[in-house]
């Protein structure tokens, strides 16, 4: 089954840091264009970061500079370590996994940060 | 940024009943354009990719048309199950973004 799950969400103070992982399977990584997606409580869809397939990288504004993606192709995971957090980077992070024409086609669960004192 | 735009916001409707939602994006985006369906407390599903293509498993009631900047997606007969939010979004580049969610409630 193609399916990505999500963990290393959490509570943490702002300022803080945290990694985020993204395990997949039924499909492999590091051929495939991934990205994270988040979602603050109550709102929409937010794109954040994609890695492509040559591991060319790209940011949102809100948060180029502090969060970084990578991946590791002998886990077949993809990575969201993010620093210097603050109260509006709270949401539900969601891995996806970019398919036809840059669609997300497959969504894990989602895993949800809460940035607070 | 190209900036999606959302249309209605919300609306009442009922079992059986046509609904159709539009986008617009803030540029020309050929048919870079993708719809999203999503539940309370659930990840969004894919609908629609490439503006028209209907992706696997999703059923037939479901369409999407449009091209450039202006963009549509009908459900041609309401079904319980679809009383959701649905969202719009670019991949014409980087950064991609949504339109801000209609909300499809019951009537």
């Known amino acids: 089954e193609v399916q990505v799950v999500e963990s290393g969400g959490g509570l943490v103070q702002p300022g803080g840091s945290l990694r985020l992982t993204c395990a997949a399977s039924?499909?492999?990584?590091?051929?495939?264009?991934m990205s994270w997606v988040r979602q603050a409580p109550g709102k929409g869809l937010e794109w954040v970061s994609i890695?492509?397939?040559?591991?060319?990288?790209y940011y949102a504004d809100s948060v180029k500079g502090r969060f970084t993606i990578s991946r590791d192709n002998s886990k077949n995971t993809l990575y969201l370590q993010m620093n210097s957090l603050r109260a509006e980077d709270t949401a539900v992070y969601y891995c996806?996994?970019?398919?036809?024409?840059?669609?997300?086609?497959?969504w894990g669960q989602g895993t949800t940060v809460t940035v607070s004192p | 940024d190209i900036q999606m735009t959302q249309s209605p916001s919300s609306l009442s409707a009922a079992v059986g009943d046509r609904v159709t939602i539009t986008c617009r994006a803030s540029q020309s985006i050929s048919t870079s354009l993708n719809w999203y369906q999503q539940k309370p407390g659930i990840a969004p599903k894919l609908l629609i990719y490439a503006a028209s293509s209907l992706q696997s498993g999703v059923p037939s009631r479901f369409s999407g048309s449009g091209s450039g900047t202006d963009f549509t997606l009908t459900i041609s007969s309401l079904q319980p199950e679809d009383f959701a939010t649905y969202y719009c979004?670019?991949?014409?580049?980087?950064?991609?973004?949504f339109g801000q969610g209609t909300k499809v409630k019951i009537k």
């Open positions: 039924g499909f492999i990584v590091s051929s495939s264009y």
């Open positions: 979004q670019q991949s014409y580049n980087v950064p991609y973004t």
């Open positions: 996806a996994r970019n398919g036809v024409g840059d669609s997300f086609d497959i």
């Open positions: 890695i492509y397939s040559g591991g060319s990288t």
